[in-house]
C-alpha cells in the first residue's frame, strides 16, 4: 500500500519549560521534529504530514522541506483528534504510519517493518517491555496473547497497570478504516481527550488484525518530554552514532566523549581523540587523526593529515599530509594543499595555501592566495580590511614572509620573493628580491638612562 506518514507535534511541551516550543528543543543541534521528518523521508513515503499546532509559524519555519504537508491543529483535543486533522489530505488506499516529534530515535528499520505489517484489514502497533511502565499506556492481550485494546494508565484499573507491555503511539493504519474509527471516537476517559489509542479497540471489533511488535530497544521509543530525557536522548544519539563508526573501522578514543551531529564519512584508520565534535558533513581520509577539544564542521580532511588538539576547522578543505593545530582557526573558504601546516593560534579564512607552505604561529590569514612552499613567519597578518570593503593578498610560491609583517591588501609578493621581519607592505613586493619596510636601527652614543631625583 501507499504510505502517507502523519507526525503529530502539536503540543506545546510544559514540562520542558521554555520558550521554544517542544518539537524545536535541539537533539544533536537539531530540532526533535527534524529527526523525526528525516527518518520519515527514509521510508520514500508519498506523503508527510505534520500536525502543528503550539508556535505553529515557527515550527513551520525551522523545519525545511516543500515536501512536508502542514496540518493545523488549533486546539489539542488528544492525539486521535490530531491524526483526523491531518486525514483529509489521505487517500483511502493508503497506509497511514502515525510518528511523533517528540520520539526522536525511532529508526527506519523498525518503522518499515510495521508498515509491512500493515494491510487494508491489519493495523500494527510499536509496543515496548519497559521496567518502569508508569505513565504509557498498556497494551493489553486476551488468554491467547491477541491485542484487544490499549488503555491509557489514568484509566487502567490496578491489574492493567502492572502490565509491562506499553503502547510507544507508533501505529501504521489502513487509512479507510482509520479514518471511520477516528470518526467514531468519544471523549470519554479521565483526560476528556480523543484517544488514538481507541482505535486498537475499534480495530478489534471491527475484525482487523491487530499486531504488536515489540521494539528491540526501549531507547528508539523514548519519548522527550523535560531536559532530563533530552538528555538521554542525547546520549542515545551519542552512542549510536559513535558505534556505527566504530563498526565502519574508527578508533574513538572514549565513545562518550564523542558527538556526531551531522553525516560522517571516514577512511580506514582514522583515530577520533576525546571531546570531538563533528558538525555537517565531514569527510576524513584514511589515517586522519584528530585531537582531543576538535570542532569539525562541513570540512574534508585528506589522507595522513592531523588536527591537533583545540582546532575549529569549517567549511574548509584540505589536502594529504597537513598538519593543522595545536589551537588553529579554520574559517570557510579554505582549501589547504598537501603537506600544509597551519599552526597555533593561526586563523585562515577564504584562502588558498599551495602544497608544502607553512604558516606556524600567531598569524591571520584572510582572503588570501599563497603559493607553493611558501614560509609565513610569525604574527604576519594580512589587512584585508579597510573598514568598508575585503581586499584580496597574493604570495607567490617559495615567498618567506619574515616575522611580524603586515600585508596591507589589496597587495602581492613576488615568487620567491623575502620579506624582512616587521615590514608593514603596501606596495607589490617583486620576486626574488628582499623587501623590507622598516625604520633603522640605530645605536645612540653617549645615552644614558634617566636615574631617579635624590630625595
Ligand atoms: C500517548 C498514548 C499512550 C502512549 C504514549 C507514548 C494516547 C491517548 N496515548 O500518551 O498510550 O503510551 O503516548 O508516549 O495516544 N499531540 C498532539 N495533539 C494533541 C495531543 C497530543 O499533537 O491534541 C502530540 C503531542 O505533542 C505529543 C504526542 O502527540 O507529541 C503524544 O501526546 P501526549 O499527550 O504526550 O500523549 P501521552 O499522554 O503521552
Ligand atoms: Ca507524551
Same mark, same amino acid.
Given at each position: 500500500?501507499?504510505?502517507?506518514?502523519?507526525?503529530?507535534?502539536?503540543?506545546?511541551?510544559?514540562?520542558?519549560?521554555?520558550?521554544?516550543?517542544?518539537?524545536?528543543?535541539?537533539?544533536?543541534?537539531?530540532?526533535?521534529?527534524?529527526?523525526?521528518?528525516?527518518?520519515?523521508?527514509?521510508?520514500?513515503?508519498?506523503?508527510?504530514?505534520?500536525?502543528?499546532?503550539?508556535?505553529?509559524?515557527?515550527?513551520?519555519?525551522?523545519?525545511?522541506?516543500?515536501?512536508?504537508?502542514?496540518?493545523?491543529?488549533?486546539?489539542? $483535543?488528544?492525539?486521535?483528534?490530531?491524526?483526523?486533522?491531518?486525514?483529509?489530505?489521505?487517500?483511502?488506499?493508503?497506509?497511514?504510519?502515525?510518528?511523533?516529534?517528540?520520539?526522536?530515535?525511532?529508526?527506519?528499520?523498525?518503522?518499515?517493518?510495521?508498515?509491512?505489517?500493515?494491510?487494508?484489514?491489519?493495523?500494527?502497533?510499536?509496543?515496548?517491555?519497559?521496567?518502569?511502565?508508569?505513565?504509557?499506556?498498556?497494551?493489553?492481550?486476551?488468554?491467547?496473547?491477541?491485542?484487544?485494546? %490499549?488503555?491509557?494508565?489514568?484509566?487502567?484499573?490496578?491489574?492493567?497497570?502492572?502490565?509491562?507491555?506499553?503502547?510507544?503511539?507508533?501505529?501504521?493504519?489502513?487509512?479507510?478504516?482509520?479514518?471511520?474509527?477516528?470518526?467514531? /471516537?468519544?471523549?470519554?476517559?479521565?483526560?476528556?481527550?480523543?484517544?488514538?489509542?481507541?482505535?486498537?479497540?475499534?480495530?478489534?471489533?471491527?475484525?482487523?488484525?491487530?499486531?504488536?511488535?515489540?521494539?528491540?530497544?526501549?531507547?528508539?521509543?523514548?519519548?522527550?518530554?523535560?531536559?532530563?530525557?533530552?538528555?538521554?536522548?542525547?546520549?542515545?544519539?551519542?552512542?549510536?552514532?559513535?558505534?556505527? /563508526?566504530?563498526?565502519?573501522?574508527?578508533?574513538?578514543?572514549?565513545?562518550?566523549?564523542?558527538?556526531?551531529?551531522?553525516?560522517?564519512?571516514?577512511?580506514?584508520?582514522?583515530?577520533?581523540?576525546?571531546?570531538?565534535?563533528?558538525?555537517?558533513?565531514?569527510?576524513?581520509?584514511?589515517?586522519?587523526?584528530?585531537?582531543?577539544?576538535?570542532?569539525?564542521?562541513?570540512?574534508?580532511?585528506?589522507?595522513?593529515?592531523?588536527?591537533?588538539?583545540?582546532?575549529?576547522?569549517?567549511?574548509?578543505?584540505?589536502?594529504?599530509?597537513?598538519?593543522?593545530?595545536?589551537?588553529?582557526?579554520?574559517?570557510?573558504?579554505?582549501? /589547504?594543499?598537501?603537506?600544509?601546516?597551519?599552526?597555533?593560534? %593561526?586563523?585562515?579564512?577564504?584562502?588558498?595555501?599551495?602544497?608544502?607552505? $607553512?604558516?606556524?604561529?600567531?598569524?591571520?590569514?584572510?582572503?588570501?592566495?599563497?603559493?607553493?612552499?611558501?614560509?609565513?613567519?610569525?604574527?604576519? %597578518?594580512?589587512?584585508?580590511?579597510?573598514?568598508?570593503?575585503?581586499?584580496?593578498?597574493?604570495?607567490?610560491?617559495?615567498?618567506?614572509?619574515?616575522?611580524?609583517?603586515?600585508?596591507?591588501?589589496?597587495?602581492?609578493?613576488?615568487?620567491?620573493?623575502?620579506?624582512?621581519?616587521?615590514?608593514?607592505?603596501?606596495?607589490?613586493?617583486?620576486?626574488? $628580491?628582499?623587501?623590507?619596510?622598516?625604520?633603522?636601527?640605530?645605536?645612540?652614543?653617549?645615552? $644614558?638612562?634617566?636615574?631617579?631625583?635624590?630625595?
Amino acid at each position: 500500500m501507499p504510505l502517507s506518514v502523519v507526525i503529530l507535534a502539536a503540543g506545546q511541551g510544559k514540562r520542558m519549560k521554555s520558550e521554544l516550543p517542544k518539537v524545536l528543543q535541539p537533539l544533536a543541534g537539531r530540532p526533535l521534529l527534524a529527526h523525526v521528518v528525516a527518518t520519515a523521508r527514509a521510508l520514500g513515503p508519498e506523503a508527510i504530514h505534520v500536525v502543528h499546532g503550539h508556535g505553529a509559524g515557527e515550527v513551520r519555519a525551522a523545519i525545511a522541506g516543500g515536501d512536508i504537508r502542514w496540518a493545523l491543529q488549533a486546539e489539542q $483535543k488528544g492525539t486521535g483528534h490530531a491524526v483526523a486533522q491531518a486525514m483529509p489530505g489521505v487517500p483511502d488506499g493508503h497506509a497511514v504510519l502515525v510518528l511523533y516529534g517528540d520520539v526522536p530515535l525511532i529508526r527506519a528499520g523498525t518503522l518499515r517493518d510495521l508498515v509491512a505489517r500493515a494491510g487494508p484489514k491489519s493495523l500494527a502497533l510499536l509496543s515496548a517491555r519497559l521496567a518502569d511502565p508508569a505513565g504509557y499506556g498498556r497494551v493489553v492481550r486476551d488468554a491467547s496473547g491477541l491485542v484487544t485494546r %490499549v488503555v491509557e494508565e489514568r484509566d487502567a484499573s490496578p491489574a492493567e497497570r502492572a502490565i509491562a507491555e506499553i503502547n510507544t503511539g507508533v501505529l501504521a493504519a489502513p487509512a479507510a478504516r482509520l479514518r471511520g474509527w477516528l470518526g467514531a /471516537l468519544r471523549a470519554d476517559n479521565a483526560q476528556g481527550e480523543y484517544y488514538l489509542t481507541d482505535c486498537i479497540r475499534a480495530a478489534v471489533q471491527d475484525g482487523c488484525a491487530v499486531e504488536a511488535v515489540v521494539a528491540a530497544t526501549p531507547a528508539e521509543v523514548l519519548g522527550v518530554n523535560d531536559k532530563v530525557q533530552l538528555a538521554e536522548a542525547e546520549a542515545a544519539h551519542r552512542a549510536n552514532r559513535a558505534a556505527e /563508526l566504530m563498526r565502519a573501522g574508527v578508533t574513538v578514543v572514549d565513545p562518550t566523549r564523542l558527538d556526531v551531529r551531522g553525516e560522517v564519512a571516514c577512511g580506514r584508520d582514522v583515530v577520533l581523540d576525546v571531546n570531538v565534535i563533528l558538525e555537517g558533513k565531514v569527510r576524513l581520509g584514511d589515517r586522519v587523526k584528530v585531537g582531543a577539544n576538535c570542532v569539525l564542521r562541513d570540512c574534508e580532511i585528506g589522507d595522513d593529515s592531523v588536527v591537533q588538539l583545540n582546532s575549529l576547522v569549517e567549511g574548509s578543505v584540505a589536502g594529504r599530509h597537513c598538519v593543522i593545530g595545536p589551537f588553529a582557526r579554520l574559517r570557510p573558504g579554505n582549501r /589547504l594543499a598537501d603537506g600544509v601546516h597551519v599552526g597555533n593560534f %593561526v586563523e585562515v579564512k577564504n584562502s588558498e595555501l599551495g602544497a608544502g607552505s $607553512k604558516a606556524n604561529h600567531l598569524t591571520y590569514l584572510g582572503d588570501s592566495t599563497v603559493g607553493a612552499q611558501v614560509n609565513v613567519g610569525a604574527g604576519t %597578518v594580512t589587512c584585508n580590511y579597510d573598514g568598508a570593503n575585503k581586499h584580496r593578498t597574493t604570495i607567490g610560491d617559495g615567498a618567506f614572509i619574515g616575522s611580524g609583517t603586515m600585508l596591507v591588501a589589496p597587495v602581492s609578493v613576488g615568487e620567491g620573493a623575502t620579506i624582512g621581519a616587521g615590514s608593514t607592505i603596501t606596495k607589490p613586493a617583486p620576486a626574488g $628580491k628582499l623587501t623590507v619596510e622598516r625604520s633603522r636601527q640605530v645605536t645612540v652614543a653617549g645615552w $644614558k638612562r634617566p636615574e631617579k631625583a635624590p630625595k
